[in-house]
């Protein structure tokens, strides 16, 4: 015989008592615990089950930020990351921008020294260098963007050629604001260090970047090409 209802269900079972309750959104609020009654002859048992929604219980901007670098630390820049967990970074990452500050390109906070710790495209953050040929190449060691008050940032992509030389490739360049979320920035010709050797190649280049949540932490950077950034400071 069982008889149930919107809040709880309820059977009868020989020779137990039991009452579960757990969370539907299995926070590890929820608790279960059972009461058993020793063993009669003819003794009925009645066991309860209830289910408690916490619909209050909301994951903020911390835990966001959290489970953001979780996925994209020690994955070269996002390369090794499948198409799967791209989509998985770039959830978490519509749902952190809804906390982003309002006028971003204006907020102190996007100064200081920043780690590129992902970019849903290879390419974007070092050119050639980050292809799939330029990899075979060239073992990225480390991606840095710092970003200087008023409007200076450079950008430097240090590598080990072959395997046992070691080079970089920095740019330098000037900040403007086209409004309260978006800057653009022109680079001066890149220099690029392999070895002892020292010289510059190429020519100026511009990017524009929307900024699209910062805080003490990360920065976050959509580009005009849908690339995805992640910045963390260092």
Request: proline share 4%; aromatic share 8%; hydrophobic share 40%.
């Amino acid at each position: 015989m069982a008889a149930t209802t919107s809040a709880s269900a309820f059977r009868l079972v020989p020779s137990s008592f039991e009452i579960r309750s757990h969370n539907n959104n299995n926070f590890p609020t929820s608790k279960s615990f059972n009461i058993r009654f020793p063993r009669r002859k003819n003794s009925l048992c009645v066991s309860a089950s209830v289910s408690i929604s916490n619909t209050d219980v909301r994951t903020g901007p911390n835990d966001l930020v959290a489970s953001l670098l979780s996925k994209v630390v020690q994955t070269d820049g996002g390369v090794l990351l499948q198409k799967e967990e791209h989509k998985e970074v770039a959830e978490v990452v519509q749902e952190l921008q809804k906390y982003c500050v309002k006028e971003p390109v204006k907020c102190p906070l996007i100064f200081g020294e920043w780690d590129v710790v992902y970019c849903s495209q290879p390419t974007s953050p070092g050119g050639g260098y980050r292809s799939a040929l330029g990899r075979v190449f060239f073992k990225t060691k480390e991606m840095v963007q710092v970003v200087e008050a008023p409007d200076v940032v450079r950008n430097k992509i240090a590598f080990t050629a072959l395997g046992f030389l070691d080079g970089e490739v920095s740019l330098k360049g000037t900040l403007k604001a086209l409004d309260t979320e978006w800057i653009q920035v022109v680079f001066e010709a890149p220099e690029l260090k392999l070895g002892s050797w020292k010289g510059q190649y190429g020519g100026q280049s511009e990017v524009k970047l929307r900024i699209t949540y910062v805080d003490e932490k990360i920065r976050l950077g959509l580009g005009s090409r849908d690339s995805l950034f992640v910045f963390r400071r260092i």
